[in-house]
């Protein structure tokens, strides 16, 4: 056999396989027509190539090139057709989905082969039957033009919506049409849900080797369709009836696509009548999908999608819902009128009075009139533990329904439903919170339901909890709609600022008319307000309230609201810059016919203006400009403070006490306030029998002594008042800060030594010692301002017996243990003024030890030790060891030696102290330690204990970072000292020596003279300058 036989031989072969396989007798008998007219298609060619094969048999090798070419394009398009027909032998609803691509296919396959068979027809003339065969298959399959049916392509494109992924989830009435569509085109019913769902199934199957999304999203959306669809029709609209109580509805009461009595039935042409808002979405749908509106029931296209009312249909309808309410409407009336009552039964009753109301609202009166809302009220008023959250929820939901009908809401009026619903806002759940809201909400359109909401305690707190709630969106949103509509009635603006919600009253102060403004300022000023109140008041309303003060009639109740928001420390920055302070001060002093009590608000609102520093500090006082330090100022309120009514006398004090605190302003306030007499003036209030006017007055006294403590003693000495200031310090019955201010004050005078002696006398000392010791026992981390107060005054008064130190009061000084005490004080947490009284305290001690101390080294009388040396070194052993400091023997409970009493390492820890106050006492104490430098031999002892002690290097290093200034100066004085001992060390220090050459330069005649003095101990003059007279 040659090779042409061969090729032609395994052509007829591949094409008989695949006719065989297209010829199937599941092709032929497929529920789809386009594979059945393919099979026959293949039927025919399968005997045009039989006869062909038979015609040529003794001689396959003499077909020439072209029925060759004709077969090998025939076996391949049949090879692709059998692909193609192959999905067929899936499931219906398989092919659906692919049903335009296999149609596409075949077309094409068709096409094909009836051009192979044209060529073929062209090779076979000496055959005219065999040719005539051919030629009238190639024409038909070229007419073939295989079509899915109508239904078909319809079903496609829905599934194929279904598969989309940005596709919404489907409507009830959407979803039932398209079971029908796809029933109609699996030739089943669509109430079959057997065959469906195995449909389903086969699908499942079908698509399991799918990477397609698409078709899995199909799958899904089918199966939850079809589960849907199974589910039971809801004859009875929603309401829920007992046993056998309901009638039933007919059948074509039912919409065909919900499942659901119909409330609105219309009909189509196809004279079937549906829900007309689901038939709505299906014609909706198939707009969407881009093809004509459909009969869901027939499936036909609609020439027309008019939706005529079905009213005999709608007239049944509502005649059998009205017969199936008033029968729930007897059964609810029945089991509210229990007692007690049975939370089982009640909770039907609650959903079917709910669903009557929302489904059927014309059938609202019958709720009503049969008594069914006022059941309600009263399970909520009565039984309102016993039925429990979920319940009292339901009742609300239903009465938030029902009060969409007037008279119903006036019932509930008249019988208190707005005090049980605001009860319900603090109730146990979610739910019920939110039903109580939406009640509240009905009944807020009103103006007069708005009003008694508003008077119920504690509602628009809660209603303002929920709506600043952002945890519950929902409830938040809902409570802000109440709040909204109660801020548009007038006589809520008080109960709505009461409840923090400011913005009514803020927006009718600056907008409204006066009377309003004046209305809104009483509000405002009776008001008790948060700080958070006060801080949003004052922002918004501060310069309309001072405008207010020009105004007579409105001039009282804006100045009782300015002091109200004045409590507010942030508010002060806030009331300068809207000018108040030139008003109160005209008040104050100029409006000779103000009354008593507006002044003493004006003079309160500046005191608590003041009671901080501040922006008031740089703010005009009055119209001509002067600030509150100013001269004029000062000499006003000093002008007004002893005729003043009392209450005023007290916040003038306060402000004085609140200008001269200031840093800004301290200084020349004080000057202001003695050069006006205000000494003289301020003290008597020392004695006032009022305790405020006392406290403000030593307040006052105290920050004034610091700068004339002088002037104050003169003032006090004529009148023998000195001992005022101890008595009130040793006064248990009076007020802790008027004692602290005392001692503060008694500290800073300055005094003889005989009133030293006298006012400082033994029990005061001791006194002062247990107060210091006590308190620092019972003090635990930080203490209070007045404590702090009462410490740096008693300091202080040790530092006065310090600084008057003599043979007799050494005695005192060891009993008491005077340097532990002010040791202990060094590491004060919060006060620099208290170590650094104690440091100086420290420093005077240490002082005084060094003069007894060079009195005993001189040679002493055969009879013995002075006094002096008894109390500080105590007996000794035969060869006692010298002090390294003193040169002498010391105790180690010595009261005059920093070294045996463990004072030198705090005092250079303090060195490092962040006040520089505080660091120039450390060195004035330590400069103590190297006074001395008479003897070479017992200096150089005391600078090498020093040395090892790191005095040296906390000094040095002190020196080398601080700037020219008194600090500086303290510093190079004890480094010149050091360096007078020679110490290879130090010269070569350079920052040492750059130190000391910055100082020579930039320092004051001390620090000059000093730094010359070390750098020459360095002997580093050459390398500063070359001759010391350049330096």
Not at 233 to 239: A, C, E, I, R, Y
Not at 670 to 682: D, L
Not at 942 to 957: K, M, N, P, R
Request: proline share 3%; hydrophobic share 40%.
């Amino acid at each position: 056999m040659t090779s042409s036989s061969s090729s032609a031989s395994a052509l007829l072969n591949s094409i008989h396989a695949s006719l065989a396989d297209l010829s199937a007798p599941h092709y032929q008998n497929s529920p789809f027509d386009l594979p059945r007219r393919f099979s026959a298609f293949a039927h025919r060619l399968h005997l045009a190539l039989t006869h062909l094969a038979r015609s040529s048999t003794s001689s396959l090798d003499s077909f020439p090139p072209a029925v060759l070419t004709a077969l090998k394009g025939t076996a391949s398009e049949l090879a692709a057709a059998v692909k193609t027909m192959s999905f067929y032998s899936k499931g219906k609803i398989f092919v659906l989905i692919r049903c335009l691509s296999l149609c596409k296919s075949l077309n094409e396959n068709a096409a094909a082969v009836s051009g192979w068979l044209a060529l073929l027809d062209s090779a076979v003339g000496d055959l005219p039957d065999l040719r005539k065969k051919i030629a009238d298959l190639s024409t038909d399959m070229e007419q073939a033009q295989f079509k899915v049916t109508e239904n078909e392509e319809r079903v496609h494109h829905t599934l194929r919506r279904e598969g989309e992924a940005t596709q919404t989830k489907t409507s009830r009435a959407v979803e039932s049409a398209i079971i029908m569509d796809l029933a109609r085109a699996l030739g089943t019913e669509p109430e079959n849900h057997t065959e469906l769902t195995k449909q389903i199934r086969v699908l499942r199957n079908d698509i399991a080797g799918s990477s397609t999304a698409s078709e899995r999203r199909i799958l899904v959306s089918l199966e939850r369709i079809v589960e849907n669809w199974a589910a039971q029709p809801n004859s009875t609209t929603g309401l829920e009836f007992e046993d056998d109580a309901q009638i039933s509805p007919f059948k074509n009461f039912l919409c065909p696509l919900t499942k659901e009595v119909m409330r609105d039935p219309v009909v189509l042409q196809t004279s079937q009548t549906y829900e007309r808002s689901a038939i709505k979405y299906w014609f909706e749908r198939c707009l969407d999908d881009g093809r004509g509106a459909t009969c869901p029931v027939t499936g036909q296209v609609l020439q027309s999608v008019e939706l005529k009312p079905n009213i005999g249909l709608a007239g049944a309808i509502e005649e059998w819902v009205n017969r199936n309410v008033d029968i729930l409407v007897k059964i609810g009336v029945q089991k509210l009128s229990e007692e007690p009552p049975l939370v089982d039964g009640i909770e039907g009753v609650l959903d079917n009075v709910y669903n009557i109301s929302e489904e059927y609202p014309s059938c609202r009166f019958r709720v009503r009139n049969a008594g069914i809302v006022v059941l309600i009220v009263k399970l909520l008023r009565n039984s309102s533990k016993s039925i429990g959250t979920r319940l009292r929820s339901k009742a609300l939901m239903a009465l938030v329904s029902m009060a969409k009908d007037e008279e119903s809401k006036e019932i509930m009026l008249q019988e208190g439903i707005t005090r049980l619903a605001i009860h319900s806002l603090i109730g146990s759940s979610e739910k019920e919170k939110e039903c109580a809201v939406k009640l509240l909400l009905e009944f807020s359109g009103d103006e007069a339901c708005c009003l008694k909401i508003a008077s119920e305690k504690g509602a628009l707190v809660l209603l303002s909890s929920m709506a600043g709630n952002l945890e519950h969106p929902g409830l938040s949103n809902l409570a802000e709609e109440v709040l909204v509509q109660m801020e548009k009635v007038e006589g809520n603006v008080q109960h709505l600022a009461a409840a923090g919600r400011f913005n009514p009253l803020l927006t009718r102060l600056c907008e409204g008319s006066e009377n309003v403004k004046i209305e809104m300022a009483t509000i405002v000023g009776n008001m008790t307000l948060t700080n958070s109140s006060k801080e949003q008041i004052a922002r918004q309303s501060a310069k309309i309230l001072v405008e207010m003060l020009s105004d007579p009639e409105g001039r009282a109740v804006s100045l009782r609201a300015l002091y109200n928001l004045s409590g507010l420390d942030d508010n002060a920055t806030v009331l300068v810059d809207s000018s108040v302070i030139p008003a109160l001060t005209g008040i104050l002093f100029i409006n000779q016919d103000t009354s008593l009590e507006l002044k003493e608000l004006a003079a309160s609102t500046i005191a608590n203006i003041v009671s901080n520093p501040g922006h008031w500090e740089l703010a005009s006082a009055d119209k001509e400009g002067n600030s509150m330090r100013s001269e004029s100022f000062i000499y006003n309120l000093l002008g007004v403070l002893s005729f003043a009514s009392l209450s005023c006398q007290v916040s003038i004090l306060h402000i004085l006490y609140g200008i001269a605190s200031s840093p800004q302003a301290s200084e020349s306030v004080a000057c202001h306030i003695k050069s006006g007499e205000g000494i003289k003036i301020i003290l008597p209030f020392l004695e006032h029998i009022e305790e405020e006017h006392r406290i403000q007055a030593f307040r006052l006294t105290r920050l004034l002594s610091v700068r004339f403590g002088q002037d104050i003693a003169d003032e006090l000495r004529p009148l023998h008042k000195l001992s005022l200031l101890k008595d009130k310090l040793l006064d248990d019955q009076a007020a802790y800060s008027e004692r602290a201010d005392a001692a503060c004050i008694l500290a800073n005078l300055s005094l003889s030594e005989d009133e030293v002696r006298t006012l400082l006398d033994v029990n005061l000392v001791r006194w002062t010692a247990s107060t210091l010791k006590n308190q620092r026992q019972t003090s635990s981390g930080r203490i209070s301002r007045s404590a702090s107060s009462m410490l740096e005054g008693l300091l202080g008064l040790l530092l006065q017996i310090t600084n008057n130190l003599n043979p007799q009061t050494l005695s005192m000084l060891k009993e008491h243990s005077l340097i532990t005490i002010l040791h202990h004080q060094l590491n004060h947490p919060s006060n620099p003024r208290v170590k650094q009284l104690a440091i100086l305290g420290l420093k005077n001690l240490s002082g005084y030890g060094r003069s007894v101390a060079a009195m005993e080294s001189e040679p002493q009388p055969p009879h013995g030790l002075c006094c002096h040396l008894m109390l500080m070194c105590g007996k000794s052993s035969l060869e006692p060891s010298k002090c390294p400091i003193h040169h002498i023997p010391c105790e180690e409970d010595s009261q005059l030696c920093l070294l045996k009493s463990n004072c030198i390492k705090p005092l250079v820890d303090l060195l490092s102290d962040n006040d520089t106050s505080v660091q120039i006492a450390a060195v004035e104490a330590l400069s103590t330690l190297v006074i001395d430098t008479s003897s070479t031999s017992n200096f150089k002892r005391a600078v090498e204990e020093l040395e090892q002690l790191g005095v040296i290097d906390a000094v040095i290093t002190v020196f080398t970072e601080v700037r020219p200034g008194e600090l500086q100066e303290r510093t190079v004085w004890i480094i010149e000292r050091i360096l007078r001992v020679e110490n290879q060390k130090h010269s070569l220090n350079q920052s040492l020596v750059w130190a000391l050459v910055e100082a020579f330069k930039h320092g004051n005649a001390n620090t000059k003279r000093n730094a010359q003095d070390a750098l020459t101990s360095l002997k580093q003059l050459s390398g500063v300058s070359g001759n010391r007279r350049s330096l």
